[in-house]
Structure formats: structure tokens, C-alpha cells
């Protein structure tokens, strides 16, 4: 994105790049841009639950079958438009620029063999700091555990947690592997991230810098969609390098996890009512229709 915008607006834009939670953490970013101290930024669901609490509903596990459905799923007009709409009257400032993918499924990764969700009893497992994340570790039999992203190396070393609910590629970059050799690739969520923009700094700009900015943002978006994958490989050669574990389950297997699904969606449900659990589902059913048209056509005739 900084490349896109720079390059098209021959300089008349110059973009700061502050990775690493040089700005503070998710929360922090986030009011930065409400407060105008910060033109873009992005979260988790999670990051910004203080916030916006339904956004939680994107994160309600085993709501997604596929890669491709999440594909078509971040791009829904409905989602984007009522999301968008809804935090600029939540927090009068921060303007929805659009949902990106980038670390893919979160799983179980943890200190021991995990098959069904009966072996995950009594576990501590780390979680991001989101009621509905905790949910679901705490319905599966699992003792959820909120713990900052920068603590949990150490935490893992001192046994404060013995796993985690992650990517292979989140595991990895930050050596993780130290502790952690087991991984269940339930896939309960994908990591969505939503990105923001300052809804007044947006708006003062120039008709065609506003232009570059959102192509700007697409482009970024293209990419992030696509690093996971090209990304992966390498990372799933590592794994196995180091001796990691990996299980698939069955179909049947996969049944033991979805009581989690049920137990969050009434605990959001009761909590915040059903009307963005049903728009996230009416969205999903469309993906899923229009990809089973896609291969139909392919395989027809």
C-alpha cells in the first residue's frame, strides 16, 4: 500500500509505516484513529470489541467451510456496508476502509497430542483479550487464559499456558516452537482483519487522493490475501523440521468441537442479540451458493 500510494501520487502522499505495535496495541491504534493522532489502522474483531462488541460475531468458531468462502465472504457488500455504517455511528470517526485476511485459521497448537475436543480438558490455553474467544476455549473444557501477544513466549516457558489458539504461521515467526509441538487443525476461525481509516482525515482529502488511497488499499488487501499461501509452505517444511506434530481431524472428530460453536453463539446471542449472528450467516450461505455455482460450471457438459 505505501508503495501503490506514493508511486501514484508521484509523492503527494507519504506514508509512515509503524510495524510492531510501535503505536501501542490494537485498542490503542484504534483510538489513535477516533482521535485523528492516526490517519489508518487495523485490528482484529477482538482488537476492537471495546468498541464495537458485535463485531465478536465474525469470530463465532466453525462459522466458515473454506478458504474460498472466506474469500467471497470479505468482499460481501451487505457485511462491508452495515459494519461500515455501524461503527462510524459507534465511534463517529473511525470509517471501515474494508476485511482482510493475512495469518489464516486460528487452531489448537499446544504442549500436547490433541485428536477431539475432550483432549483439550483442563488445558490453559492463551487466548486474545475477547470474551468470545474465551468462550469458546472455556465450552470446549480448556481454561482460557488472555495473555498480550509480546508475554507469551514467557508464558509458555514458566507454564502459565501450555497452548495457544493460533496459526502455524503465528507460532512460528516468534518461536513458539520452544513450547509448543502440537497442533490440531480444527480451523474454529479465520483471522479477519479489519482496517480503519480516520473518517476526517479521509474526507479532506482531494477527490483523486482519495482515489489512490483506495486503490491503494485494494492492492494491499490482493496481497494480504495471497502472502498466506505462497507463505505457508516453507513454514509447514519448518514445522516438520523441528519435529511438530500435525492432525487433521475426521469428520467425526470435527463434530466434538462444534458444541463450541453452539455455546458461543447463545453466549453473544443473549448478550447482543442475533442480528449480525444472522447477517454473518446469510453472508456465508451466499458465498457458499455462488461457489457451488462456479463449480458446477466448471464441471458441467
Same mark, same amino acid.
Given at each position: ?11 503527494? #502522499?507519504?506514508?509512515e509505516h509503524y510495524p510492531g505495535a510501535q503505536l501501542g496495541h490494537f485498542r490503542q491504534s484504534v483510538e489513535q484513529v477516533q482521535l485523528g493522532s492516526l490517519e489508518l489502522t487495523f485490528t482484529t474483531g477482538g482488537g476492537i470489541s471495546n468498541l464495537f462488541p458485535p463485531i ?18 470479505? %468482499? ?145 488487501? #490482493? ?60 453472508? #456465508? ?6 461457489? %457451488?455455482?462456479?463449480?458446477?460450471? #466448471?464441471?458441467?457438459?
Open positions: 500500500m505505501k508503495s501503490y500510494i506514493e508511486r501514484v501520487s508521484r509523492g503527494r #502522499v507519504v506514508v465478536q460475531a465474525f469470530d463465532i468458531p466453525y462459522l466458515y467451510r473454506s478458504d474460498r468462502v472466506v474469500d467471497k465472504f470479505m %468482499d460481501d457488500p451487505i457485511i462491508n456496508a452495515t459494519l461500515r455504517k455501524d461503527l462510524l455511528e459507534a465511534t463517529k470517526t473511525v470509517r471501515l476502509m474494508g476485511i482482510s485476511g493475512d495469518h489464516g485459521w486460528r487452531s489448537f497448537i499446544t504442549n500436547r497430542d490433541v485428536k477431539v475436543a475432550s483432549d483439550l480438558e483442563g488445558l490453559k490455553v492463551r487466548t486474545i483479550e475477547s470474551p468470545i474467544s474465551m468462550e469458546l476455549a472455556r465450552a470446549l473444557g480448556a481454561n482460557p487464559t488472555p495473555i498480550p501477544w509480546q508475554e507469551l513466549y514467557t508464558s509458555l516457558g514458566t507454564g502459565i499456558v501450555s497452548g495457544t489458539k493460533n496459526s502455524i504461521s503465528d507460532v512460528l515467526d516468534i518461536s513458539f516452537t520452544d513450547f509448543l509441538k502440537y497442533a490440531v487443525l480444527d480451523k474454529h476461525t479465520f483471522t479477519f482483519f479489519f482496517w480503519y481509516a480516520s473518517d476526517t482525515w479521509i474526507k479532506s482529502l482531494p477527490p483523486d487522493v482519495q482515489k489512490i488511497v483506495l486503490d491503494g488499499f485494494r492492492a494491499m488487501k #490482493v496481497t494480504c490475501g495471497g502472502y498466506i499461501d505462497a507463505a505457508m509452505l516453507p513454514k509447514w517444511k519448518k514445522w516438520d523440521e523441528i519435529g511438530g506434530k500435525v492432525y487433521i481431524p475426521t469428520a467425526e472428530e470435527k463434530k466434538t468441537f462444534l458444541p463450541g460453536q453452539k455455546a458461543v453463539a447463545d453466549w453473544f446471542t443473549a448478550k447482543y442479540g442475533d442480528r449480525y449472528y444472522k447477517m454473518i450467516q446469510e453472508a #456465508v450461505k451466499r458465498a457458499e451458493t455462488v461457489i %457451488d455455482a462456479e463449480d458446477k460450471a #466448471v464441471l458441467s457438459n
